[in-house]
């Protein structure tokens, strides 16, 4: 059975740093493509960031030129870097790890941007 965990949320300053952890267990990374979603309170999920299993990255407007999404086919992890945060980026996110025929999500990991 797939299971999809994050790690790395907590609570950071404004301009501040941070780095999101995605283990993909019970199967090979690498046949998926793997993304990051949030969703702040009130609003709906979003896409932050995705990397196709070839590579091929895309952004949100809101977090390109601070964010980074990168995978490790070997540890079957996906990382989102993320720098000078904003308080608007605080909000649950997600992994979700998919191709033609699955699609498996996190249970989700809180960042918050707060001085």
């Known amino acids: 059975q797939v299971q999809v965990v994050e790690s790395g949320g907590g609570l950071v300053q404004p301009g501040g740093s941070l780095k999101l952890s995605c283990v993909v267990s019970g199967s090979a990374s690498s046949i998926y493509n793997l993304g990051w979603y949030r969703q702040a309170p009130g609003k709906q999920r979003e896409l932050v960031a995705v990397?196709?299993?070839?590579?091929?990255?895309n952004y949100a407007d809101s977090v390109k030129g601070r964010f980074s999404i990168s995978r490790d086919n070997a540890k079957n992890t996906v990382y989102l870097q993320m720098n000078s945060l904003k308080p608007e980026d605080t909000a649950v996110y997600y992994c979700?790890?998919?191709?033609?025929?699955?699609?498996?999500w996190g249970q989700g990991t809180q960042v918050t941007v707060s001085s």
């Open positions: 990397i196709s299993s070839s590579g091929t990255t």
């Open positions: 979700n790890a998919w191709n033609i025929v699955y699609n498996y």
